[in-house]
């Protein structure tokens, strides 16, 4: 199974990354930085292609950057003098921003990437008063009459990241939490939660995380978790459940 053990679920990770920024797996291993042309691959996340592309990820050794052909020559110059922790500091991120400015972007992130394997899963427990199911792919449409879940569910039936898991959190009939998991990739999904705010605390967003988690593990699929760095509370949820940071990424948006 593909998300089994966590040696295979950095494996996962690292092919998935490699499509995706059209680089070889042997660049996240390496120390330094390498710049490379942003191509379309096969297996890689199916996020939208911008015209302008700048991406950069570390998985704690080497750092790649992949960028739009008008922008290799830049990114060479800036970056493959810096060290790791030189090109995430906020001197850096700040260049990048009035760069890419010209092009209507701005620079997302750092956002960090959390992954879970079976062997890291731990157990969660389902608050009092509340009742957890798990909506399947054929189901999960159903759940877009409820528009208040944005982090949870992509509302678009033909997305190219389509929902194909969601757990619901309800207490006295009434919807208060949903976690939904996208098709990122044909190997790794992505989940996203929600919980009304005046059931934030409880510990419903951990419960029904951890039964989405898994469910995804029993699909064979590897899930994986977005927060922003600062958002402490975030990826405290997901290390509770035995999720542990597995990349960053910088980009332009």
């Known amino acids: 199974m593909i998300a089994s053990h966590r040696e295979s679920a950095i494996q996962t990770i690292q092919t998935v990354l490699s499509a995706d920024l059209s680089c070889s797996e042997s660049d996240f291993?390496?120390?330094?930085?390498?710049?490379?042309?942003?191509?379309?691959r096969e297996g890689r996340f199916r996020f939208p292609i911008r015209e302008h592309v700048l991406s950069i990820v570390t998985m704690g050794r080497g750092v790649v950057v992949s960028c739009n052909p008008e922008r290799l020559e830049w990114a060479r110059q800036s970056f493959m003098q810096l060290a790791r922790g030189q090109i995430f500091s906020t001197q850096s991120i700040a260049k990048m921003g009035d760069y890419v400015q010209k092009d209507h972007q701005h620079i997302a992130g750092p956002v960090q990437k959390y992954v879970c394997s079976i062997d890291d899963f731990t157990g969660f427990n389902i608050p009092q008063g509340i009742t957890v199911s798990t909506y399947d792919r054929n189901d999960v449409t159903n759940l877009y009459e409820h528009q208040n879940f944005r982090n949870a569910l992509s509302y678009q039936a033909d997305s190219s990241r389509p929902d194909m898991l969601a757990s619901i959190a309800e207490c006295d009939g009434k919807i208060v939490g949903i976690a939904g998991a996208s098709r990122d990739c044909e190997r790794m999904w992505q989940i996203g939660v929600d919980v009304v705010p005046e059931y934030q605390g409880l510990g419903i967003g951990k419960a029904i995380?951890?039964?989405?988690?898994?469910?995804?593990?029993?699909?064979?699929?590897?899930?994986?978790?977005?927060?922003?760095?600062?958002?402490?509370?975030?990826?405290?949820?997901?290390?509770?459940?035995?999720?542990?940071?597995a990349w960053i990424h910088l980009y332009a948006r």
């Open 209 to 245: 995380v951890g039964t989405l988690t898994k469910a995804i593990l029993n699909e064979g699929i590897l899930p994986y978790y977005s927060t922003e760095i600062s958002n402490l509370q975030s990826s405290q949820l997901a290390v509770s459940l035995g999720y542990w940071p």
């Open 29 to 40: 291993l390496a120390e330094g930085v390498s710049v490379h042309k942003a191509e379309i």
